[in-house]
């Protein structure tokens, strides 16, 4: 595997580590043991993958840093052709650019590795997840999922995001002259007022369009602890979110608690009514602001499995002096 680069220098570092990891925990949820490590090659940096599996190039073709796949022929390199989930331009993902906005890869990596860990990981190679995002402020979530053809729900309380990411998937729509349609309005439940929303169904081509083959992506501006009637029942396979880092990015300063524990401890009732029966909810932290434990027990305590390993994460690494990230997965058994 070459390793795609990526604009954020911090992120670029451990980005090699983080794809070993990435790799090994995807290709684990289907059943094989892959041998990973770094090599040169005429001064070029890779990842060699030993792995067998039907999954084995599909899998590593989705993954977050997979930039071009070889296998070795002695001295040579052979191109192995990706079996990439693109469905649009990449655009919807790398043109918005705004102060607090998480790296495309690890969002991309968080929803993998969240994917993979549920009881069907297929469904995340054919298509057929419904993904939901309960803290999706701009939309990276929203776009990383819609672009890998997956239906997507978002939810933040922030009306000026709400706005801004109507605005720009409106117009990102159009410019790429992609049928859809929008609908706009108010959330109500039981004559009760509940926020605003946005419905946009689209589709990579007009005869998918026509016929039915579309995505979709809907928005509410609501609160995310009370999500009753807005959200259906085990409607959602994946839920993954950036929860609070306690750092202050432009005037979310409410927003962007130094308590997530309590936020989240709030929400999670909401959330886990949303998920199917094997589901998982995927989330990205800062260590410094949610000590690992103390959000594995709170997970555990809301009816979860965790399933991945917060006390030795492959996955930590640090962002800057203010952020010590890590992602943690948890499982809906029952």
Known sequence: MLVAPSSNRVYADAAPRLAAAEIETVLAAFGS?????????????????????????????????????????????????LQRRQFYPSDLVTIQKYQGKTNEQWTRLLLNVTAAATKRPSKWLDGGLDVMDPMCGRGTTLNIALLAGYSVTGVDVDRKDYDTYAAFLKTW??????????????????????????????????????????????????????????VRAASIDVIVTDTPYGVQHGSHGDRLS??????????????????????????????????????????????LIVVTDWRDSPFRHRVDASIDRDLIVARKES
């Open 33 to 81: 043991t892959p041998d990973v490590a770094p090599i040169d090659l005429a001064g070029v940096d890779y990842l060699t993958i030993s792995a067998s599996g039907d999954e084995v190039v599909p899998a590593l073709s989705n993954l977050s840093a997979t930039f071009a796949l070889f296998e070795r022929e002695g001295e040579l390199l052979r191109p192995i052709p």
């Open 173 to 230: 729509v159009q410019a790429h002259r992609l049928k859809h349609t929008m609908d706009r309005g108010a959330s109500t439940t039981g004559g009760r007022a509940r926020g605003r929303e946005f419905t946009l169904e689209v589709a990579p081509t007009k005869d998918a369009f026509k016929t039915g083959d579309t995505q979709t992506v809907r928005y509410l501006s609501t609160d995310t602890t009370d999500l009753g009637g807005l």
């Open 258 to 303: 130094r308590r997530p524990l309590e936020l989240l401890d709030r929400a999670m009732p909401a959330w886990i009514r949303t998920l199917r029966t094997g589901g998982t909810v995927g989330l990205s932290y800062n260590r410094h602001v949610a000590p690992a434990e103390n959000l594995a027990l709170m997970l555990e305590q809301h009816g």
